[in-house]
């Protein structure tokens, strides 16, 4: 039901562009969020965004990420910019007030 893509390697001070695409059912119920799991490490918040569009960011992502969604294509997105190695990790899309969780998709940031 939430289908996430966008991932792949990118050298650090890159950029890449997640989409999360999903039902317009599930879109206008809920807010969304994207979330990220390196190896080893629990499962954290990145960013959220309400149906009124007030954005929520974990502070390594302020000033780098931006969520955003486009009710169109009922899709929400994470553009990520000045990306670090530490940015490396599984990123899941996530419909909040459902408690759905997308497939991920890997990032990785490395030379």
């Known amino acids: 039901q939430l289908q996430a893509s966008g991932g792949g390697l990118v050298q650090p001070g890159g950029s890449l562009r997640l989409s999360c695409t999903t039902s317009?059912?599930?879109?206008?119920?809920?807010?969304m969020g994207w979330y990220r799991q390196a190896s080893g490490k629990q499962r954290e918040l990145v960013a959220t965004?309400?149906?009124?569009?007030?954005?929520n960011y974990a502070d390594f992502a302020k000033g780098r990420f931006t969520i955003s969604r486009d009710w169109t294509k009922n899709t929400v997105y994470l553009q990520m910019n000045s990306l670090k190695p530490e940015d490396t990790a599984v990123y899941y899309c996530?419909?909040?007030?459902?408690?759905?969780w997308g497939q991920g998709t890997q990032v990785t940031v490395s030379s």
């Open positions: 317009r059912s599930i879109l206008s119920r809920n807010a």
């Open positions: 965004i309400t149906g009124a569009s007030i954005t």
């Open positions: 996530h419909a909040l007030d459902f408690a759905l």
